[in-house]
């Protein structure tokens, strides 16, 4: 099982609609949940970290976190041409590899006007 | 924002030579240090995590004699593609980490082109 899953797309929403990305991770233990967004031919940029249970805003962001159901989801509002990028769900590692980051695979994400 | 830089941005290089990759944090200082590599349509494979002045610690499947990682300073890693070969073309991104769980930045990568 992979240690961090996700959808991997395409996933195509219309202009000013809401984005909706899924992400499930397989140990337990995680405990610092991050979201990044990458254009193509370019390194990845946090979008927002989530560490507790539920949900966390930041302009048109949402992070939703649900521990029990090892689930954590990326909520894209007023969804922008823009926004067409890979979302990628990421972990950090468990004890002395806390300081890693373990990515999924991405979705990618394509708002068309 | 703390920034970190790579250089060069892009590269070709023969099938045989060398090519060194630099990772700088620019305004801050990175305890630790990762390499990445991305192949196109795939996600970001941690190689190896890199701790100043000490040796690399390297993901399973990564080959260390292969890729050598340097740290030298608290601002500076050094990732060194040995013989390369074009199967090691790719994207290759570092990331340096504060020390807190939530400040890893990461660089802009560096395309590698082995011909």
């Known amino acids: 099982q992979k240690e961090v899953e996700q959808n991997s797309g395409p996933l195509s929403v219309p202009e000013g609609a809401i984005a909706s990305l899924n992400c499930t991770y397989s140990?337990?233990?995680?405990?610092?949940f991050f979201w990044y967004r990458q254009y193509s031919g370019k390194s990845p940029e946090l979008i927002m970290f989530i560490y507790s249970n539920g949900d966390k805003e930041d302009g048109r962001f949402t992070a939703q976190l649900n521990k029990a159901s090892q689930y954590v989801s990326l909520l894209i509002r007023d969804s922008q041409p823009s926004d067409s990028a890979t979302y990628l769900c990421?972990?950090?590692?468990?004890?002395?590899?806390?300081?890693?980051?373990?990515f999924g695979s991405g979705t990618r994400l394509s708002i068309r006007p | 924002g703390a920034v970190v830089s790579q250089h060069p941005s892009w590269v070709i290089c023969k099938s045989g030579t060398s090519v060194k990759i630099e990772c700088r944090s620019l305004d801050f200082q990175a305890t630790t240090m990762f390499w990445y590599r991305q192949f196109p349509k795939q996600s970001l494979m941690l190689m190896a995590t890199s701790n100043e002045g000490s040796k690399a610690t390297y993901e399973q499947g990564v080959e260390k004699d292969k890729f050598l990682i340097n740290h030298a300073s608290l601002t500076l890693s050094t990732l060194t593609v040995t013989s390369a070969h074009p199967e090691d073309s790719s994207f290759y991104i570092c990331s340096a980490y504060t020390g807190d769980p939530y400040e890893q930045y990461f660089g802009p990568g560096t395309r590698l082109t082995v011909t």
């Open positions: 990421a972990v950090n590692g468990l004890g002395s590899s806390a300081s890693k980051i373990i």
């Open positions: 140990d337990r233990g995680s405990q610092s």
